[in-house]
């Protein structure tokens, strides 16, 4: 099926530890984004790409990294994980203009000790 | 500062009944608003949305209601169902924006 897909769905880190978030889509859209959502905080923007080649920082982009890869794939780097990184991540893509919403993907669980 | 605010962490409706979920904002170049819907353990899904030349946007059970003089909009849902039970986002954004900017949530539970 059409779609964002992110892996892994579940991590759990070592403080200290690096991984990458992946997320891949479909649907040759042009903008893709990693948010973060936290109890109470509701979806805050990390990073967001809005074409190929391009990226800029949200809302809490500390401690993370992001790589547009090409027009389909957009990753999410923790260089040294924190406690505070624990999280539900969700990517998601968009085709021109955001007044058409989103499409997200299913999330990557991470829990860092 | 939050920009979209989604007061209610939770709310509970009996089935069958109207479910009011609110939002308020601050950002006065927002022109556009969007419901997203989440089940645990799935990314959030588009609902409806509204454009800020209306005051109203109907879709079903589903309707958006916004009062641009008080920054503030609501979705309702007649009759509620036990499947309407989720997380509902508020978003917002403004013409030439690259992103969407989103509540906190509210937890929304039918009742049997």
């Known amino acids: 099926n059409a779609g964002v897909t992110q892996t892994p769905k579940f991590q759990v880190l070592k403080t200290g530890q690096s991984m990458t978030l992946q997320c891949a889509q479909d649907?040759?859209?042009?903008?893709m984004y990693w948010y973060r959502q936290d109890p109470g905080m509701g979806l805050r923007l990390i990073y967001y790409?809005?074409?190929?080649?391009?990226?800029d920082k949200g809302e809490v982009p500390n401690g993370y990294n992001v790589s547009r890869l090409n027009k389909r794939e957009f990753s999410l780097r923790l260089e040294s994980a924190a406690p505070s990184q624990t999280s539900v991540y969700f990517c998601?893509?968009?085709?021109?203009?955001?007044?058409?919403?989103?499409?997200f993907g299913s999330g990557t669980r991470l829990t860092v000790v | 500062d939050q920009q979209v605010k989604q007061n209610s962490p939770s709310l509970s409706v009996q089935e069958g009944r109207i479910s009011i979920l609110n939002c308020d904002y601050t950002?006065?170049?927002?022109?556009?608003f969007l419901w997203y819907k989440k089940y645990p353990a799935e990314g959030p899904t588009f609902l409806i949305s509204?454009?800020?030349?209306?005051d109203k946007n109907e879709d079903g059970r589903f309707t958006v209601f916004l009062n641009k003089s008080a920054k503030h909009l609501s979705l309702h849902i007649v009759p509620s169902q036990p499947g309407d039970s989720a997380v509902y986002f508020c978003?917002?954004?403004?013409?030439?924006?690259?992103?969407?900017?989103f509540g906190q949530g509210t937890r929304l539970t039918i009742n049997p």
């Open positions: 998601a893509s968009n085709a021109d203009g955001v007044h058409y919403g989103y499409t």
């Open positions: 649907m040759n859209h042009n903008s």
């Open positions: 790409s809005a074409s190929e080649g391009t990226t």
């Open positions: 950002n006065s170049m927002f022109d556009y």
């Open positions: 509204i454009s800020s030349i209306k």
């Open positions: 978003a917002a954004t403004h013409q030439g924006a690259q992103k969407l900017v």
